[in-house]
């Protein structure tokens, strides 16, 4: 299956995440000024420019390209400017004269404000939090998702015996759902594995923080995922369009995060077994034009993957 790094946080568009953990994005969110390490990490596995182990790794990877500023370490808070040219370089992107001849982080800095991947009010020199990274990288991968390169020996069809379990994997889940009551819930067949999805999910006014009622619902699919181990979770949140795309998407992936964290305080798995997406309202199931609609694009969603990637 095609490998996307996840596109978290805001931005236009979001894509699957696949290397980093549920863990590692919540640290990084919480991380108001990110180093060369961390940042070389996730954009080259953003990029899908390397595969490396750790951030220590990343940093040589990129310094060793001169993707890097002259004479930055591993451990030093990344300046915006910096940040631009290791992602202009790891995404391979394309600039103006000036970028072109130079590859300097000056320029880089400048062609990403041409592109939008900057905005806002910004200097060159400021420091990039986790929550800023990410949405750079989620801009970049709307721009640059059909030219990065894949890992194209990989077989993305299922084979006859996999749609065939997924579909008694469904009836079994879908029976189990009928038997618990759990409203608004249904699982289907997708391209990634097979999908709980938890519709009109409600959450505090204004946070991520789960009421009573939407952590028994949770607590009723943890069961049944404890009946399926060893095998991956997605959690993906999802909105109805209502509010700014930046505020919809930052509201997915931190409802996406409060669901995962209360999954792995049930046991129902590991935080190194999930993985945590935010779609915003790019992913709509229903028409937002109605109140019905906009309640059943309210939704989180659990994919339970084929294998332990």
């Known amino acids: 299956m095609k490998k996307f790094f996840a596109v978290i946080f805001f931005g236009l568009f979001c894509f699957p995440l696949f290397a980093q953990t549920a863990a590692e994005l919540e640290d990084l969110l919480k991380t108001q000024a990110v180093n060369y390490g961390q940042a070389a990490r996730f954009a080259l596995e953003a990029a899908n420019a390397a595969k490396l182990k750790d951030h220590q790794e990343a940093y ?57 991947v900057i905005q806002g009010a910004t200097d060159p020199s400021m420091t990039v939090s986790g929550e800023r990274l990410l949405f750079m ?15 194209e020996e990989i077989n993305t069809e299922k084979t006859a015996a996999q749609e065939k379990e997924e579909k008694i994997l469904v009836e079994t889940i879908n029976s189990q759902i009928e038997a618990l009551a759990i409203a608004d819930t249904t699982a289907r067949v997708t391209e990634e594995g097979v999908t709980i999805s938890l519709s009109n999910i409600q959450f505090l006014a204004n946070s991520s923080q789960l009421p009573e009622s939407e952590k028994k619902k949770i607590r009723e699919v943890a069961e049944i995922l404890k009946k399926i181990p060893s095998r991956k979770i997605i959690i993906s949140g999802h909105t109805a369009e209502a509010g700014t795309e930046r505020n919809r998407m930052r509201t997915s992936i931190a409802r996406a995060q409060a669901v995962a964290n209360y999954l792995i305080s049930l046991g129902a798995r590991k935080a190194s077994e999930i993985e945590v997406r935010g ?21 989180v969603e659990f994919t339970i993957v084929g294998d332990q990637r």
């Not at 808070?77 to 004269?97: Q, V």
């Not at 590859?103 to 062609?111: D, I, L, Q, R, V």
């Not at 779609?279 to 939704?299: C, F, H, Q, V």
């Open 279 to 299: 779609y915003g309202a790019s992913r709509p199931i229903a028409d937002n034009d109605t109140k019905e609609g906009m309640a059943l694009n309210r939704r």
């Open 137 to 151: 990288i989620n801009r970049l991968l709307a721009l640059y998702e059909n030219t990065l390169p894949q890992d």
């Open 60 to 116: 040589s990877f990129a310094a060793d390209r001169k993707w890097l500023p002259k004479k930055v370490k591993a451990q030093d808070a990344a300046r915006l400017d910096g940040i631009s040219l290791l992602l202009m370089r790891s995404f391979n992107a394309k600039g103006g004269l000036w970028y072109s001849i130079t590859k300097s982080p000056h320029f880089a800095y400048n062609e990403l404000i041409y592109k939008d």
